[in-house]
Every structure is written in structure tokens, then in C-alpha cells.
T-cell receptor, first 114, second 116 residues
Framework: AQSVTQPDIHITVSEGASLELRCNYS??????LFWYVQSPGQGLQLLLKYFSGDTLVQGIKGFEAEFKRSQSSFNLRKPSVHWSDAAEYFCAVGANFGNEKLTFGTGTRLTIIP | GAVVSQHPSRVICKSGTSVKIECRSL??????MFWYRQFPKQSLMLMAT?????????EQGVEKDKFLINHASLTLSTLTVTSAHPEDSSFYIC????????????FGPGTRLTVL
């Protein structure tokens, strides 16, 4: 069975600083990986996804993530955060062609300070 | 495009009553819809997968008689929490997928259920 670990429960960064959110996965086959963002009381918005090909994936809102098979990681990065990036971020792994049975990590809450 | 709505956004009910939550894909046809449950400050847990016109597939540990799922059309799925109890209070989120398994899941805004 697949699993996802997000080691950081809460991260605080200054506005304008760079950001990296960690995600490690466990899956027996080729993983299909996703990053979602959730604002308070809202549903989830897809930031980016990796199915195959280039291991550096560009997403919306200036986010990118890099798939590293040797480290079983799919870390999310942004070079300069904005106050509006404050939210909960979830990493997920999918089975069966990518979009069946998404398994989510426990999430990382991002706080931005002025 | 690819908007998913949920209704209601919030509902408060008395213990023992049933509550129906609707999930609609507004601008696409959803072959498959998913229902998730999210506890406070925790991750999303998949409850069930429903394909239009067929019975839902429930995850292990989810009571199918308590959480009734109907996917009667390509744009609508409903989750009915029967005989709700306080422990059913949670944030319920649906997602919809247009077609192929490789298609993206689009998530609704969620429904906050509070059972008194």
C-alpha cells in the first residue's frame, strides 16, 4: 500500500523568502505524485502533478517540485513566497494510473510573516 | 473550467437525523467521483469511490449502510449520512474526475457537518 510522509507539520517563513516543503512517499511501482493547497475551510486546489518525464515539474502560483526516485521524495519549492501563500499543503500519491485512490500526507501548515 | 460545487457548505443537525450532501461537476461530466473525510488538522481520508450508474466502492472501515452514496448522473453524486451521531461531525470533501484514470481530480469546497 502506498503512503506519504510530510515531516513538517508547521513551517513559518518570511514574506519574500524561499520555501521548501518536504514530501516522502512509499509505493511499489512508478508513483504518480501531486501537491495540493487548501485554504481554511476550503477544498483542495491542484498545484502540480508528476506522472512521468521531466523530474522537475512546474505548477501554478510559481511553485515547482522535483521528483527524486533515489530519495523517494517530491519536495515542493517556491523561490519567493507571498502572504497569500499561507495555507495547508498536502502531498499525495496515486495508484492505478495516477488518479485512483489518492493517499494524502498529513499536510504542512505554512505561515507567512511580514 | 473544471469546477466542482458542494451543497450545503455547512450543516448542523440533531443526533439521529440523516443529512444529504450534494456534489456537482458544473462544467464537465464526471465519470468518477470520490468522497473524502477530513478531521480537524488532519489529512483527507478516502471514504468511497463512485462511478456513474454503479454501486460505490467503499474503503475498508467505512460503513456503507451509514454513508450512502448515489451517483445517478454524470454531474451529480450525493452522500447521505444516515442516523448521524456526534462522531460523524467532520469536513466532507468530494472530488470529480472527468474520464480517464490519468485525468486530474477536481475538488469541491467541502461541507462542514456538525451533529449535536
Amino acid at each position: 500500500a502506498q503512503s506519504v510522509t510530510q515531516p513538517d507539520i508547521h513551517i513559518t517563513v518570511s514574506e519574500g523568502a524561499s520555501l521548501e516543503l518536504r514530501c516522502n512517499y512509499s509505493y511499489g511501482a512508478t508513483p504518480y505524485l501531486f501537491w495540493y493547497v487548501q485554504s481554511p475551510g476550503q477544498g483542495l486546489q491542484l498545484l502540480l502533478k508528476y506522472f512521468s518525464g521531466d523530474t522537475l515539474v512546474q505548477g501554478i502560483k510559481g511553485f515547482e517540485a522535483e521528483f527524486k526516485r533515489s530519495q523517494s521524495s517530491f519536495n515542493l519549492r517556491k523561490p519567493s513566497v507571498h502572504w497569500s501563500d499561507a495555507a495547508e499543503y498536502f502531498c499525495a500519491v496515486g495508484a492505478n494510473f495516477g488518479n485512483e485512490k489518492l493517499t494524502f500526507g498529513t499536510g504542512t501548515r505554512l505561515t507567512i510573516i511580514p | 473550467g473544471a469546477v466542482v460545487s458542494q451543497h450545503p457548505s455547512r450543516v448542523i443537525c440533531k443526533s439521529g437525523t440523516s443529512v444529504k450532501i450534494e456534489c456537482r461537476s458544473l462544467d464537465f461530466q464526471a465519470t468518477t467521483m470520490f468522497w473524502y473525510r477530513q478531521f480537524p488538522k488532519q489529512s483527507l481520508m478516502l471514504m468511497a469511490t463512485s462511478n456513474e450508474g454503479s454501486k460505490a466502492t467503499y474503503e475498508q472501515g467505512v460503513e456503507k449502510d451509514k454513508f450512502l452514496i448515489n451517483h445517478a448522473s454524470l454531474t451529480l453524486s450525493t452522500l447521505t449520512v444516515t442516523s448521524a451521531h456526534p462522531e460523524d461531525s467532520s469536513f466532507y470533501i468530494c472530488s470529480a474526475r472527468p474520464g480517464a484514470p490519468t485525468d486530474t481530480q477536481y475538488f469541491g469546497p467541502g461541507t462542514r457537518l456538525t451533529v449535536l
